[in-house]
């Protein structure tokens, strides 16, 4: 089956700092790929859907240069978390779209201290 | 806009009982709908689909167009099934983006 990997999968950092959260799907090319962040014991929330080639498409209310995207191939998108704050401490989840269907990765925690 | 409503947060039945996730959704168009579970420390990874009308590990949902429902139904509850699970719709006028539901929690007892 089509896999999704993210990396790291855990993160600390301090607060001004960027991180940056790799997504990529290991036996499959992907030309689109979304990103999610999941508040504890909430939902998973769309922040943007990215495309191989071209700019993000952010959802509204997201930030697009606080988060950055980039989806430089077809198996690789990073997400960058600039001028982390403890705000920004979250669960993101990245999945890939295989033909009509969304494969997730297993998400990174981040923490912004 | 599309809106998925999961009303119930947590459902907990004893093993062997019926259960029955509820899913209302809001969409101007003809929705794609789907269940995805989480069991604990995994990934998010897809239950079941609308289109393909078939059952996967004994759980089933009927699209409802009228009632704008999507419930899954399981006739008898195993343990292995307590997880989150997620009602997630999809509609092409909104790109194929994915709208998910709050949620609800099961919890199987013995």
């Known amino acids: 089956g089509a896999v999704v990997s993210q990396h790291p999968s855990w993160v600390i950092c301090k607060s001004g700092t960027s991180v940056k959260i790799e997504c990529r799907s290991l036996d499959f090319q992907a030309t689109t790929m979304f990103w999610y962040r999941q508040f504890p014991k909430q939902s998973l929330m769309l922040m943007a859907t990215?495309?191989?080639?071209?700019?993000?498409?952010?959802e509204q209310g997201v930030e697009k240069d606080k988060f950055l995207i980039n989806h430089a191939s077809l198996t690789l998108s990073t997400l960058t978390v600039t001028s982390a704050h403890p705000e920004d401490s979250s669960f993101y989840i990245c999945?890939?779209?295989?033909?009509?269907?969304?494969?997730f990765g297993p998400g990174t925690r981040l923490t912004v201290t | 806009a599309q809106r998925v409503t999961q009303p119930e947060k947590l459902l907990s039945v004893f093993k062997g009982a019926p259960v029955e996730l509820k899913c209302n959704y809001s969409y101007s168009g003809s929705p794609e709908l789907f269940w995805y579970v989480q069991y604990s420390r995994q990934r998010l990874q897809l239950l079941l689909r609308?289109?393909s009308r078939e059952s996967i590990k004994g759980f089933t949902a009927d699209l409802n167009k009228g009632e704008t429902s999507f419930h899954l139904k399981k006739p008898f509850a195993q343990e292995e099934d307590s997880a989150m699970y997620y009602c997630?719709?999809?509609?092409?006028?909104?790109?194929?983006?994915?709208?998910f539901g709050g949620g609800t929690r099961v919890l199987v007892k013995p």
């Open positions: 990215s495309n191989e080639g071209s700019k993000a498409t952010y």
């Open positions: 609308h289109i």
């Open positions: 997630a719709l999809r509609g092409k006028a909104a790109g194929n983006k994915l709208t």
């Open positions: 999945s890939a779209q295989a033909e009509d269907e969304q494969y």
